[in-house]
């Protein structure tokens, strides 16, 4: 709440199963400014994975809340995440997207800096005193804080932060079954999609954990899946629940029809396509047994990880992060996850999935990209009409994955680090 907004961001009634979010949230200007410092500046950020950088001099430039940073792997093999800002006049030193480099210069005075941040050397530098390059204020900053699990890497701009493990809290099994695909590791496949949309970004975070929206808005692939029987898995439906992670992550997880590399086979990748699958399937047998073998298999999962990282294990895997830029307009960059030793067959199938319906031109993301801008278009009404209900599923022992317990996990979270304590967003409410 604010002066300009008296009515709270959440109305919430237990008893009779009610949790409103007031549209305000989506538009207001005031509330844009404060998610950047109370939410994005101290919570844990997604900056990339660790097989982006196979060797040393290796590295890319990525925007992570606003920063700019330089992520590289050093001569030691060491990760290193970098503000990309030369400690002499503030230049960017960095200006290329990725590549492989030795030492970085900047531009403008031509310092230079190996790939761990330490300055190597300046012109003039006989004008500098003595010891100047062992100062660590001379060196490229590191970002306040650097944790790695299961080879994604995170960043923070609170160096007060709770370690990254304890973060995650019950993200980490989720993590450890999508990397548990492979003992061989997973890597980023080359490339990545990147687009935006003109939409608040809390609605990409409820959109990617509402299981309640896919038979609505992506109408077309289902009635496309259900016209062939070559393309679904016999016996699979869209049964599963959604679960609160805590620190405001959630997953849904639920079975599907269509066919999955790891490990789900659809008639249309024929016999061929079944003995890989088949053998596939068998290692996780052998390495996890039948159980988990099935869950990592046959499970789908949209995992989101507060406050914009989604890990979609679906028909394919995909990476997502999601960065606002205005109350009504936000960038998006994904990027497809594949283990090390899938086989060309498996490879060759993960991408067409990939592109067919998580990529910008599929069949998917257009479709949530315009219902989330026709979700903006309507806040413009916010003023009179004041509230969205995400109550479905409220009160139930076992969350459907098509009810909004997902959703309600992200909200209390948000509302936590926007209205700490004492003051509070929430307003509990009879009838």
Not at 7 to 16: I, M, S
Not at 277 to 304: C, M, S, W
Not at 342 to 357: I, Q
């Amino acid at each position: 709440m604010n002066a300009e907004h008296p009515q709270p961001a959440l109305l919430v009634d237990p008893v009779q199963r009610i949790f409103k979010v007031a549209r305000h949230n989506f538009v207001d200007p005031e509330i844009f400014r404060a998610e950047k410092e109370k939410i994005f500046d101290r919570s844990w950020l997604y900056l990339g994975h660790s097989s982006e950088l196979p060797k040393p001099g290796d590295f890319v430039t990525r925007k992570v809340a606003g920063r700019g940073i330089l992520f590289t792997r050093d001569s030691k093999g060491e990760l290193r995440a970098l503000l990309n800002t030369c400690p002499h006049r503030g230049a960017q030193v960095c200006r290329e997207r990725k590549g492989n480099a030795k030492s970085f210069q900047c531009f403008y005075h031509g310092w230079v800096f190996g790939a761990d941040g330490k300055l190597r050397s300046q012109p003039g530098e006989a004008s500098y005193p003595e010891g100047f390059k062992g100062r660590d204020t001379s060196n490229m900053q590191p970002v306040p804080r650097f944790e790695t699990y299961r080879g994604f890497n995170f960043v923070s701009f609170d160096s007060d932060i709770i370690p990254l493990v304890d973060y995650l809290a019950g993200a980490k099994e989720y993590l450890d079954v999508i990397c548990d695909q492979t003992d061989a590791g997973m890597s980023i496949v080359a490339g990545s999609q990147e687009y935006s949309i003109r939409a608040n970004w809390k609605l990409l975070t409820e959109n990617s954990i509402d299981g309640y929206h896919a038979a609505t808005t992506h109408a077309t692939y289902f009635d496309i899946l259900m016209s062939s029987t070559d393309n679904l898995a016999t016996g699979m439906g869209g049964g599963g629940y959604g679960y609160d992670l805590g620190n405001g992550h959630a997953v849904l997880e639920y079975g599907a029809p269509w066919g999955r590399p790891v490990a789900q086979w659809i008639p249309g990748w024929g016999e061929a396509g079944k003995s890989e699958i088949d053998r596939i399937y068998a290692d996780l047998v052998q390495r996890h047994g039948e159980a988990r073998a099935e869950r990592i298999a046959r499970k789908n999962r949209n995992l989101f990880i507060f406050p914009n990282l989604v890990v979609n294990d679906i028909m394919a895997l995909t990476v997502r992060t999601y960065y606002p830029m205005a109350p009504d307009y936000m960038v998006i960059n994904a990027w497809a996850l594949a283990p090390n030793d899938e086989s060309a067959w498996a490879r060759k199938y993960r991408l067409n999935n990939f592109l067919e319906f998580l990529g910008p031109g599929g069949f998917a993301t257009p479709d949530d990209a315009e219902a989330l801008e026709h979700c903006q278009r309507g806040f413009e009404n916010s003023k009179e009409a004041l509230w969205n209900d995400i109550s479905k599923g409220m009160g139930k022992d076992k969350a459907h994955h098509d009810d909004e317990l997902q959703m309600r996990a992200f909200w209390t979270q948000w509302n936590k680090q926007m209205f700490p304590a004492p003051a509070s967003g929430i307003k509990s409410v009879a009838a």
